[in-house]
Structures are given as C-alpha cells and as structure tokens.
T-cell receptor
Framework: SAVISQKPSRDICQRGTSLTIQCQVD?????MFWYRQQPGQSLTLIAT?????????ESGFVIDKFPISRPNLTFSTLTVSNMSPEDSSIYLC????????????FGPGTRLTVT | KNQVEQSPQSLIILEGKNCTLQ??????????LRWYKQDTGRGPVSLTI?????NTKSNGRYTATLDADTKQSSLHITASQLSDSASYIC???????????FGTGTRLQVFP
C-alpha cells in the first residue's frame, strides 16, 4: 500500500492569488494523479503527473491554470493559479503502482475556499 | 457514453441493520469496478476491486457483487456500525483509456 500526505490540508485564499498543494508518498510509485472534487460532485481527473516531463491534462484543464510538477517518484505539486470562487473545491492527490488491476490510493485532500 | 450512476443518493439506517447500495454503469469496454469509502474530510479508501470474471468479493462486513452482463454492481453492508457513516463511491475503469469513471456516491448515515 501507499501512504499519501498532502499540504496544506485546507486553506482560504483571496481571488487572484495562487496556491501550491504538495503531495508526498511514502514509497516510489509509477503514476501520480491530481483530482478535483467539487461539493456534491464526483471526482474529476485534472491531470496525470509525469516524472521528468510535462503533465498530461484532461479536457477542460490547462497548464497555465493548474501547473504541475513531479521532480521524482514520491513527490508532486499542483498549483491553482489566479484563483476565483469557482476553484473552491477539494483537491486530491492519487497514486498507483501500475499493472492490470492495480490499486489506486488517494491522499486526504486539500480543501480550498476562494473568497 | 462512459457513465456511472449510483442509487440511492442518500440513505439513513439504524445501527445493526443491513443495507445495499446500487451502481449501474455504461462504461465500455470494461476493465474493473471498485467500491471506495470516503469519510467526511478524507480521501477515498478502496473496499473492493472486481474484474470481469468475478461475481462477488467480500471485505469484512462489505460484500460487493458484479453482473457484467447487465452492467450492475451492488455493495452490501452487514450489521452496520456508526463508523460506516460515509460516502460510498462506485468507480469503473475503462479498458481502452485506462481512466477511472467515478459515480457521485451514496451518502450513508448510520444512527444509534
């Protein structure tokens, strides 16, 4: 299994500012992902964080708004840039080891409120 | 269209009672189906993973079933406890894209 920690656990930010969320895993993992969970909604994949190269973004998400870094196999960051109240959400880091029926683990999430 | 629908949206039961949550999906081609438990303010935690050939899988008091022909799954919770209060999310992986498709969850509340 993998134990995932995220920092910060929650934050309240003013519109127009940026917040960087950190994700740390206790072991090396093949794949790292960033999800968003808006109130009452299901999880939506923002991007796959690729080690040593640019992240792969899903439709509707762009690098300028959500820049992602992954310097090694245990750490990644997601930045929410130029925030607006619509960005208020829970942001979750997720990891998997790869394979056919591979398990996917989720971090505790970062609850972001933009005022 | 790749969708996962869950019912009921919310459920209230008394401690000690059993309950069954439903999941219907249209994800194709199918790879596997997972049930996650998400406590308030926490990330989802996996309960079961089932592939096409598996009909039933248990994890303690949680038993998941899968009917790949009708594209339906259920999660049965036996002898519920207060700690079972959480959202339960059905997730299906698409074989082609390898992406997880999430349902919106069933919010379960267990009262003493």
């Amino acid at each position: 299994s993998a134990v995932i920690s995220q920092k910060p656990s929650r934050d309240i930010c003013q519109r127009g500012t940026s917040l960087t969320i950190q994700c740390q895993v206790d072991s090396q993992v093949t794949m790292m992902f960033w999800y968003r969970q808006q109130p009452g909604q299901s999880l939506t994949l923002i991007a796959t964080a690729n080690q040593g190269s640019e992240a792969t973004y899903e439709s509707g998400f762009v690098i300028d708004k959500f820049p992602i870094s992954r310097p090694n196999l245990t750490f990644s960051t997601l930045t929410v840039s130029n925030m607006s109240p619509e960005d208020s959400s829970i942001y979750l880091c997720s990891v998997s080891m790869g394979g056919t029926s591979y398990e996917q683990y989720f971090g505790p999430g970062t609850r972001l409120t933009v005022t | 269209k790749n969708q996962v629908e869950q019912s009921p949206q919310s459920l209230i039961i008394l401690e000690g009672k059993n309950c069954t949550l439903q999941c219907n999906y249209t994800v194709s081609p199918f790879s596997n189906l997972r049930w996650y438990k998400q406590d308030t303010g926490r990330g989802p935690v996996s309960l079961t993973i089932m592939t096409f050939s598996e009909n039933t899988k248990s994890n303690g008091r949680y038993t998941a079933t899968l009917d790949a022909d009708t594209k339906q799954s259920s999660l049965h919770i036996t002898a519920s406890q207060l700690s079972d209060s959480a959202s339960y999310i059905c997730v299906v992986r698409n074989w082609d894209t390898d992406k997880l498709i999430f349902g919106t969850g069933t919010r379960l509340q267990v009262f003493p």
